[in-house]
């Protein structure tokens, strides 16, 4: 069974630490990746982490984790809100597919509340700052392990 995960960054989030910290934390980027790799590798997982400024680009790297099989999570940032040919992409996952949002958007302003993602989506985490990456590195294995012990079983 593929062990692959695919952490994809959408737009701004190059700039975490920097950015609006007292909403987003002071959190960088290469560090939330080098937690996410370590911790990947440590549950046996094989980790592509990417961030992308550009829709298309996060739409080819979805295709890319559908063509391999692997498993998703996705901070689609500012393309959570209005990104048909993003959530299109999603669609096509089968791998387990984690939406995760630095801030809990549920709380925010009216342009920033509402996810287009999240009915395509297994799970979202929100509002956990950069803590929320380990937390889905950890459920993208677990879903990984529920499912490989069901085709065992078959």
């Known amino acids: 069974m593929n062990r692959s995960v695919f952490i994809l960054n959408g737009p701004n989030l190059n700039m975490l630490g920097r950015r609006e910290p007292h909403i987003y934390g002071h959190t960088t980027l290469a560090e939330i990746r080098a937690t996410s790799q370590a911790l990947a590798a440590e549950l046996d997982l094989q980790c592509e982490f ?3 400024n550009h ?3 996060m739409v080819d790297w979805l295709q890319e984790a559908f063509e391999q099989g692997a498993a998703v999570i996705i901070n689609p940032a500012g393309l ?4 048909i040919p993003v959530l299109d992409a999603l669609k096509l996952i089968k791998a387990p597919l984690i ?3 630095l801030s809990n958007i549920h709380g925010r302003d009216e342009l920033h ?4 993602m999240s009915g395509a989506v297994n799970a979202v985490i929100c509002g956990l700052g950069a803590a929320g990456y380990p937390l889905a ?3 993208v294995a677990q879903l ?3 499912q490989e012990e069901a085709s065992a079983d078959q």
């Open 113 to 116: 509340r509402h996810s287009i």
């Open 144 to 146: 990984l392990q529920v």
């Open 55 to 57: 829709e298309g680009v």
């Open 99 to 101: 939406e995760l949002h």
């Open 80 to 83: 959570s809100f209005h990104s």
């Open 137 to 139: 590195v950890r459920a």
């Open 50 to 52: 990417r961030q992308t």
